[in-house]
């Protein structure tokens, strides 16, 4: 299949060229995301201070910005490396953790798309419906919503924004505004384990570094986080146990696991 | 036994409800608690930000504040979040990782002690004694002392603060100023892993959003941490195989687990 | 063999007395060098806040400074936990995480080295490179050199700041400027772990606070490090569970092992 040869290409670039990704992220996930990167070929930094956020940008071949335990002095740097890479055409890809749970996160949220015009959006459904809702000044977040519901306000937010925008959940949607890809691996049992929706934005970093196209960049990254935790979830005893072999399964990945697990 | 059922009774609430746990606490230990929160069936959120701490908290079930990699900054939101929850008679749960260390930890415990009015304090000995020390203005903290000294200090301290107290240990005391009770449950490999205190003050967290009896609340998220704890040690080959057993077995305790291992 | 009774005997005086190690290090990695200061006998402490730095750092036997996430308020307290230390005549072990990736980074190495003088720094080729050539001030570094171009720079690093220099890599060399040590232990699958750099370093720590040898510390700090790594990746499916079996490795070392591991 065309998509698999894709994933493959991919992944195959991402452990030849080892991309360096700039994480701004939050204190309950970076060792995760960190060895995900690892796991799957990339080199990850993370660095947040004020003084070297754009230096270290510069350097970068995809920056990730995620809000999860955010402050002002964090968002400060997020926007100056937001900023570097959008002068250099490196693709930024951005986490909306939390986006509706508070006033102060759906200003820096604002703030986030305005100035850094991220090329990837991924949240679950409440945080995308937020930032829609943010995004044109009207209020009220269901996060109890459904995804066909949530899938307008990722359209409506991919055309606003520019950006490829994903859904994680049972199944995700990626968007562009005009068309729609869906991933429907996965394991319900991802959910409970911390920042495995942090970890699909470090992932997608690594494949927007290697892939030009941010929607098949975002797409190939989804299926690459729902194959290996579907398999990682399949010889699991709990979350714990999970968290573990979702690593060994990123690490391990290659043509035949996905051909044998994609759907 | 009456017991077990309330045990029980709890961890249903807490798996119907998956209540919000506002955690602002150390570092070190961030991602272990929120995976053990998720792990248990309650929903955690990380969040130190002065100009949410309010909201957030305002949203939560229970808020957990553990002073482990303590700073001015996120003291003051552990303070807002805290009165905020005072306020609208939400449970606080207070963690004094390494009260009597220096002379900052011992102001900051004061501070939160008097403005917070913590529900639930837990702590190993040295520090539930240096906590009274410091309430009663007197000097000294002995961290080789006897559980029961400790136990004194903690029930003077809760009848002072009027908080259920809680020493973990070998045998973990929990006292709400006249009675205690005691938990026999847990490993000796648990103290090698960090963050297991800082876990089970997140645990009682979720205890304390369901059930209206701090007292009780604490004793039985003690037993889960103890009875979890103590299954998980018995399949580990050491203290980095307990860290990820330990969150499969909270993840999978039932009244089956509980009846064949509480003491 | 000489070489394994001095491990050995290391390694039992951490377990006796389990030294205090106080950490300022990065986000990414705090949990793991916890978790393996414990795992091997230590005891660790992470706070980083200025207002209690020199307190702790008294209280230590060893003080580790690591600059992965450094921000200016970090750095401060860096700076007065290791003046404190090298009044007391405590080991400060010095890990430049990046160290050449950003002006920054280059900045304040300089600084922690002129006022903290580290009695051990550990790093990889490029880090140790990098620190040599901030030190000259002279530019450029590569991140591709070959170890015998790092090891010169160790060496004159080495007089220069009167530190015992290692050097991470695929043979760990570890110099005091004069004589030079090697070990070939370790597996290719740990820097895919990320913070196993880190973690040396924290495992220094705890060699440096029992042996007042720090040319002898590092060497055995490295042998512990790699013989653990090793046998780790010998029973490992991926990273994820090296990074598990390597804590439970470091938890049950004893000279049997070591016997049978070391090259």
Redesign the interface.
């Known amino acids: 299949m065309e998509k698999i040869d894709g994933i493959v290409r991919d992944l195959e670039a991402i452990r030849l060229h080892s991309p360096l990704i700039h994480n701004i992220t939050?204190?309950?996930?970076?060792?995760?995301t960190?060895?995900a990167l690892?796991?799957i070929g990339a080199s990850?930094?993370?660095?947040?201070?004020?003084?070297?956020a754009a230096?270290?940008a510069g350097?970068a071949s995809a920056v990730v910005l995620n809000i999860?335990?955010?402050?002002?002095?964090w968002v400060e740097a997020m926007l100056v490396a937001g900023e570097t890479a959008l002068e250099k055409e490196t693709p930024v890809i951005f986490d909306p953790v939390?986006a509706g749970?508070?006033?102060?996160?759906n200003e820096v949220c604002k703030e986030i798309i305005e100035r850094c015009a991220p090329t990837i959006i991924r949240g679950n459904a409440s945080e995308i419906m937020a930032l829609y809702n943010v995004q044109t000044r009207t209020k009220g977040v269901d996060s109890t919503a459904a995804s066909g519901e949530a899938l307008e306000s990722a359209r409506q937010l991919a055309v606003q924004t520019n950006a490829a925008v994903v859904i994680s959940g049972e199944t995700d949607y990626i968007t562009n505004g005009q068309e729609v890809h869906t991933v429907a691996n996965g394991s319900a049992l991802m959910p409970?384990?911390?920042?495995m929706g942090c970890t699909a934005s470090a992932i997608t970093g690594a494949f927007a570094a290697v892939n030009p196209d941010p929607f098949l960049a975002a797409t190939h990254a989804m299926y690459v986080m729902g194959i290996a935790g579907e398999r990682a979830a399949g010889r699991?005893?709990?979350?714990?146990?999970l968290?573990?072999?979702?690593?060994?399964?990123?690490?391990?990945l290659n043509e035949e696991a996905i051909r044998a697990t994609i759907r």
């Open positions: 939050n204190y309950v996930v970076m060792n995760n960190a060895n690892l796991a990850p930094v993370m660095a947040h201070a004020r003084e070297e230096e270290m350097l999860g335990t955010l402050e002002p002095a939390g749970a508070t006033a102060y996160r409970r384990v911390t920042g699991s005893a709990g979350t714990g146990s968290q573990m072999n979702f690593l060994d399964e990123l690490y391990n």
